[in-house]
Each structure stands twice: as C-alpha cells, then as structure tokens.
C-alpha cells in the first residue's frame, strides 16, 4: 500500500471515529441513577434503605445526567453536519435501533408492574374510569401524526420539498397538540377527582406508564423540531435523510406504545 493510500485509510478511519458518540452511554448511567432514586424515594416506607428526600435527590441527579447525555447525543447526531456516507448513516440507524430496544424493555417493565397490579380481583377500589372523549382524540391525533410523517418521508424520497415541509411541519405541530390533551388530561384527574400518583397501585402504573410516554412524546417533538429547522435550510434529500429515518422510527415507536397504553390502561382499567 503507497504512502498516500495509507492517508486515505487513516482518514477514513478517523471519520468512522468521529461518528461513534459517549453520550448514549452517559444517558443510560444516568438513567440507572434515577431508576435507583425513584425506588428508593418510592418504598422509603416499605425498604427504608433511606430517607425520601435522600431518594428524591438521586433521582433528580439522575434526570440532569440524562438530560445531559441526550442533549449531547441528539446535538451531535442532528444539530452537527450532515450525515455523509454509507457506514456513518449505518452507524446511527444501527445507534436508534439499539436505542428503542432498550426503551422497549423500559416499558415493558412498566407493563410488567401493571399486569402484576391486575392479579385478582379487578377492577380495584378506587380506580376512576380513565377512559373517555379525550383519550379518544389524542389517540386521533397521534395516529394521525404518524401518518403525516410517514407521508413527509415519502415526499423527501420524491423530491417534493414543499410537501415535505408541510407534512413535517403538520407533524410536529400534531405532536404540541397530544402534549396540550394530555396536560388537560393530568389536570382533570388530579385537581377535578383527585386521582393522583399516589392513588393506590393502579395510580402509580397510570401516572408512571402514561408519564414516561408523555416524555418520550415531548423528546419526539424537540426532535421533530430540529428536522424542520434542518429541513429549511436544505440540508435533506432523497439521498440524505438518515435523521429523517431514525426519527421517523422514534416517533412511530412512541405511538405504537400509546396504542398498547389506550387499550390495556385506558380502555382495560374497568374491565376485568
């Protein structure tokens, strides 16, 4: 191999390099770290392996590192240069993929605790009738923003930049709307009937399951956000669109887990 080959190579290496990122895993410790303070501050009566606060100030550390570590991720990954060759572009759907399996086996843990909660008699004392009008709409209006992501997507691939804008733009949009129900949903529980977190075990499944969603909604629409501030300035095309793709699965991710909540949490909390 010459001299100048072997420039090449090293350079080609170094870029592989510089698409491998540290961040996801400083999101997962920090995860670990908040996993670890919600126990704690949550069966502090039960286990007191330590005081409440004591738990509530680890969680809360936890939080900021994940917020920290996806910060770094997502800046790296959609607010950097543009995503330019087949092994870059492989390394980060392979980075999303691994990304939702892991957030496959977070809920699964959640629906795990549910089920559990569900053994016996059923429907439990206490538990509200969950399902209604609302939960109907939201669950419209995030379907629908699938659908208008998937036909963006397809809009890019077509050379069709103006429908493209418009579809992700109404995506996003979409995704501010399922946020604004499910703020009014939370308020109409816990103020109007006074269905809490603490409302016996199917309130902490409610809240906990339902919660973690609406976050990964909100980490969707950030994301969503980014895309149409990318896509206005020309920086896709049918040739460049990993982070379309990756967050195209994110976002059709999270509303295949709100069907699964809708009808085992919603539609199944009054049914035996």
């Known amino acids: 191999m010459t001299e100048q080959q072997d420039g090449h190579a090293g350079a080609a290496e170094a870029a592989d390099h510089d698409h491998r990122s540290r961040w996801p895993i400083v999101a997962a410790a920090g995860a670990g770290v908040l996993y670890l303070g919600a126990a704690l501050a949550l069966f502090a009566d039960a286990v007191p392996l330590a005081p409440v606060f004591l738990g509530v100030a680890i969680a809360v550390v936890g939080a900021g590192v994940v917020a920290v570590g996806l910060f770094g991720w997502f800046g790296q990954a959609y607010l950097g240069r ?3 060759g087949e092994r870059a572009d492989g390394s980060y759907r392979a980075t999303m993929v691994l990304f939702l399996l892991t957030d496959v086996a977070t809920f699964g843990a959640g629906f795990a605790y549910y089920f559990v909660v569900r053994v016996g008699a059923w429907p ?6 969950v399902f209604g009008s609302l ?6 209006i995030l ?11 397809s809009a890019l691939h077509d050379g069709n930049r ?9 995506t996003t949009v979409l995704g501010v709307v399922f946020l604004a129900g499910q ?3 939370y308020y109409e529980f816990v103020v109007a009937e006074g269905f ?4 016996g ?8 399951l339902t919660g973690l969603h609406g976050l990964h909604v909100a980490l969707g629409v950030v994301l969503l956000g980014i895309l149409f501030w990318r896509a206005l300035r020309g920086e896709f095309s049918p040739e460049r669109d990993t982070s379309v793709t990756t967050v195209s699965w994110y976002w059709h991710f999270v509303d295949a887990v709100w069907i699964f909540l809708v009808v085992y949490v919603y539609a199944g909390a009054t049914l035996v």
């Open 135 to 140: 939960v109907l709409a939201n669950t419209a």
């Open 124 to 129: 439990a004392a206490g538990v509200p009738d």
């Open 143 to 153: 379907v629908a923003s699938s659908a208008t992501l998937h036909v963006a997507h």
């Open 162 to 170: 103006r429908r493209f804008l418009a579809l992700l733009g109404a």
């Open 201 to 208: 075990v199917f309130g902490s499944a409610f809240f906990g």
């Open 183 to 185: 703020v009014v949903e």
């Open 196 to 199: 809490t977190l603490t409302s």
């Open 82 to 84: 543009s995503l330019t």
